[in-house]
């Protein structure tokens, strides 16, 4: 029976943690049907489980950062220059996400992190609970650094919460300058933006100030970090704001 | 194409609740669609009939209720309605706004028999 309301199956549970809500049943309608009142989100399941990922980060110190961009934004050479840099700082761990191929692991394992790698094959997004397998794979330790590499794009995995603790959207100079206008799903659920590949500013048209200002029209990002994975411009200013996280 | 997991996770609730309620299968579900929410319902009724296939949804129907979007804006206070992410405040001009409708994806009610 219900624990809320007293309806319902004598064998049904009341999960608090899930706190979903029951069905209601209407009265039965015309010709033996019945109208179930369901108003559940969707996505709670995936949301329960990113839940279940954020309490376990919070309760070893983990900082887990879900970094989202299109395809070829230089999400992985951003995070082997980041791994060679800060090496014996802290523990960093990480987890790739892409459709298919081990490359960006293999990368990555050059750098002396942890790595594990998700094919999500025709999935082109990360969701909860593959994070929540992976982790169980890594084991990260206590006041370590997490850096999930979801699949390059900017649509899906706007939608997904994976549990992070904050999710950094990466732009790089050689796409256009309007992409938070026209993905603005993903802006909207980033917290920093880092602007990349700025070392080849002087050969795109690309509009550093416009993006920004872009960018702030569809989200609340008030932080952006312009840095050149390749140079290594700009690089303090992301270690700073990893150190202060 | 996250809206197969959306239909995924669609199907998930809905045999939960036939489960639940004894049932077999659903005539109709009902669905809040939220402008905001990031769906595209043509991409959604695209996927549907591959992702529903040997449910308990096989052979219902859905229903969607769009929500549309609507906003607050944080420095004039003026509660307007939000077609896209980058729509300004149509008081003030401003972009600090709280979104107060429009994100919903719910499955409302499913009727059974």
Known sequence: MCGTCGCGHPDVEVNLLLQQPHALPLKPAVGGKTILKVEQDILSKNQLIARQNRRLFKEKNILALNLVSSPGSGKTALLERTLRDLRGKKEYFVIEGDQQTRNDADRIATTGAKVVQINTGKGCHLEADMIQRAVEELNPSEESVLFIENVGNLVCPAMFDLGETARVVIISVTEGDDKPLKYPDMFHSSQLCII??????????FNVEKVKEYARRVSHITRFIEVSATTGEGMDEWYRWLETQ | MHELSIISGIV???????????????????????????????????????????????????????IPGRAICTICDTAFEME????????????????IAGKEMIVKTLTIS
């Open chain 1, 196 to 205: 990349n590949k700025t070392d080849l500013l002087p050969y795109v048209d």
């Open chain 2, 12 to 66: 998930d609730i809905a045999t939960s609740e036939v489960c639940k309620a004894g049932a077999e299968a659903v005539d109709e579900i009902e669905l809040d669609i939220g402008k905001l929410a990031g769906i595209e319902l043509s991409a959604l009724e695209f996927a549907w009939p591959e992702g529903v296939q040997g449910s308990v949804l096989e052979h219902a129907r859905y229903k969607i209720n769009h």
């Open chain 2, 84 to 99: 896209e992410f980058f729509d300004p405040c149509p008081e003030c001009g401003g972009f600090q706004r709280e979104i």
